[in-house]
């Protein structure tokens, strides 16, 4: 489900909503096993923030933050990455998906001989997830496909309320809440390195069938929108 199909962005709509259940899978991590912090929705660490400086308890000024910073360099080097690849919006997509799979390689291999509770690890995966989600939300806004940012849903269903029209914002919803889901049950009733791995997976046929569609560089989704 998203939506008719638009030959101005071709593969990359359902591309970016896998990315949007990636975004689902990594907060369900985060937020239930890593201390209820945020490593893609950064408006509700900049909440969480205020909360922990408030004295709110189970929550940590210092995860935020952390979260906070590393997606902002993630998403300084997706902006980076955007300027220098502004020819093929797939050839972009599939380098952004690559960089983050061995992020998300490295954080299932970390987390799978370490654990996730200590601080010693629960912060490097905390920076790490994150700057991989600041990659991806800046490298989808270079994308320009709308109505499809991946991390973010607040004015994609204010849209989809007020416009009473949108599929591909109904379906952005739909799949981030599936990947909400899954991530949860993995997490409460498998293992994080079950559910960052299945987030890995999912990164990669991001990569590889963006890759396939990509060949042919005379498409004309591939243009800059």
Wanted: glycine content about 10%; hydrophobic content about 55%; overall charge positive.
């Amino acid at each position: 489900m998203y939506g008719d199909p638009d030959p101005r962005h071709g593969p990359l709509v359902p591309m970016l909503l896998v990315l949007t259940v990636v975004t689902g899978l990594v907060d369900a991590v985060s937020y239930l096993a890593l201390g209820h912090v945020f490593v893609a929705n950064m408006t509700g660490n900049v909440v969480f923030l205020g909360f922990a400086l408030a004295g709110a308890p189970g929550l940590s000024a210092t995860a935020s933050l952390t979260a906070l910073a590393a997606f902002l360099a993630g998403a300084l080097a997706g902006g980076r990455l955007a300027e220098r690849r502004p020819g093929h919006r797939g050839r972009l997509l599939v380098v952004t998906a690559g960089v983050q799979s061995v992020l998300l390689a490295a954080c299932t291999a970390f987390a799978a001989a370490f654990g996730h509770t200590a601080d010693p690890v629960r912060y490097p995966l905390i920076a790490v997830l994150g700057a991989a989600m600041g990659l991806q939300n800046a490298v989808v806004r270079a994308l320009k496909v709308p109505d499809l940012t991946t991390t973010v849903l607040t004015m994609t269903l204010t849209a989809l309320a007020a416009d009473r029209a949108g599929g591909r914002r109904l379906a952005s919803a739909a799949w981030m809440f599936a990947g909400a889901l899954v991530g949860a049950v993995l997490v409460l009733h498998a293992a994080v390195p079950v559910a960052l791995a299945t987030a890995l997976a999912l990164l990669l046929s991001v990569a590889a069938l963006t890759h396939h569609a990509s060949r042919h560089p005379a498409t004309p989704w591939s243009a800059p929108a």
